[in-house]
Structures are given as C-alpha cells and as structure tokens.
Nanobody, 114 residues
Framework: VQLMESGGGLVQPGGSLTISCAPS????????IDWHRQDSGIQREYVAR???????YYENPVKGRFTISADNTENTVFLQMNSLKPEDTGTYYC?????????WGQGTQVTVSS
C-alpha cells in the first residue's frame, strides 16, 4: 500500500486548509485511517481517525475545529482544518491500519503563521 498525501501549505492563523490522503488501495479495505502530526523536535501526536464503519474520533486540541471525512468515489480521506492556530503547525501524516499491516504516508507540511 502506498499513501499519497497532499494539500499542505502556509496559512494564516484563523484560516482553513484541507489536506488529503489517497491510498493506492480501496479506502473501504482499511479498518482505520488516521492522521498524526509532528512539529520539529516534538513527539508525534494523534489528531483524528475514521473507521471502516464511519466512526470518527478527534483529539481534544482539534475537536470542533477539524473534520475527518472519507470519499469512496475519490478513494480519499480528507482532513478539513478550520480556525487554525500556530500550534497546529507540523508535518501531518496519514496512516492506514488493516489487520497487522500498518502503513504511514510521507507527510504533508502545514504551517500556520502570519
């Protein structure tokens, strides 16, 4: 499995950005697809996940601001990020879980700065 992440960039505080993760296999084949982020020198942290049955989970720092969604037609998982803060800055990684198989993407950089 290969994961193609895209959509990162520079955005001002308070702005919005949507990043995406497109696996090389059907998203419906994965038990979980989630997002993590890591800023330089800081431990990678969990952000959000969506399960095969559509259940969603968000970590407290992003709850109410981020929305994870899956589009089976585009075979893509999106992370819509609103009301962005400087502390949201980091490299965002997509991960898929299918049984014992865990695959990470290479990451997309999100920078929140004025």
């Amino acid at each position: 499995v290969q994961l193609m992440e895209s959509g990162g960039g520079l955005v001002q505080p308070g702005g919005s950005l949507t990043i995406s993760c497109a696996p090389s296999e059907s998203i419906s084949s994965f038990e979980v697809i989630d997002w993590h982020r890591q800023d330089s020198g800081i431990q990678r942290e969990y952000v959000a996940r969506i399960t095969a049955d559509g259940k969603k989970y968000y970590e407290n720092p992003v709850k109410g601001r981020f929305t994870i969604s899956a589009d089976n037609t585009e075979n893509t998982v999106f992370l819509q990020m609103n009301s962005l803060k400087p502390e949201d800055t980091g490299t965002y990684y997509c991960r898929t879980i299918r049984g014992a198989e865990v695959v990470w993407g290479q990451g997309t950089q999100v920078t929140v700065s004025s």
